[in-house]
């Protein structure tokens, strides 16, 4: 009885220590991946690289990865982010074009990791002609912005 009360103890420990390593490589395994939309939009020349430039927004560290636009009438914006809390990206951003129009938020999706939060968020009713947009957001005495370039070759 003993005995069998040991193999038990030992199988649960391993079972345990497998589900931390899990817990904790699987977001680093993500951490470059990105959407098949986004490689196809690099291929097509409708993705534009955000900087490297991190801003901090309620104590998280937000950054611009780019902005997929083609003409159409949408645009995504990809973002990332990193902190303590379990969801590391603002709910709703804003998106200001050159010409000072603010586009329609239609939907954002996020996944959120122990260590940080890929989101994207989807706009609608977007100009034809933009040359560059802002994103931004504040609230509360805090904000971020970030200005990104639709025209190849500026910076």
């Not at 079972?15 to 699987?26: K, R, S």
């Not at 040359?131 to 639709?150: K, M, Q």
Request: proline share 4%.
């Amino acid at each position: 009885m003993r005995r069998m009360m040991r193999i038990i103890e030992w199988m649960l420990l391993s079972v345990l220590i497998v589900q931390v390593i899990m817990v904790t490589l699987v977001p680093l395994a993500n951490l470059n991946r990105l959407s098949d939309d986004v490689r196809k939009a690099k291929k097509q020349g409708s993705f534009f690289e955000g900087s490297p430039e991190i801003q901090t927004y309620f104590g998280k560290k937000i950054r611009l990865n780019g902005v997929l636009y083609d003409g159409d009438g949408e645009l995504s914006v990809y973002m990332t982010g990193t902190g303590k809390t379990p969801s590391k990206l603002p709910n709703r951003v804003q998106v200001q074009t050159d010409s000072g129009f603010l586009l329609d938020q239609r939907g954002s999706s996020s996944s959120n990791h122990s260590f940080r939060s890929d989101g994207d968020y989807l706009f609608s009713n977007v100009p034809q002609g933009i040359r560059s947009v802002r994103i931004f957001n504040e609230a509360y005495g805090e904000s971020f912005s970030f200005t990104i370039p639709l025209t190849r070759g500026e910076r």
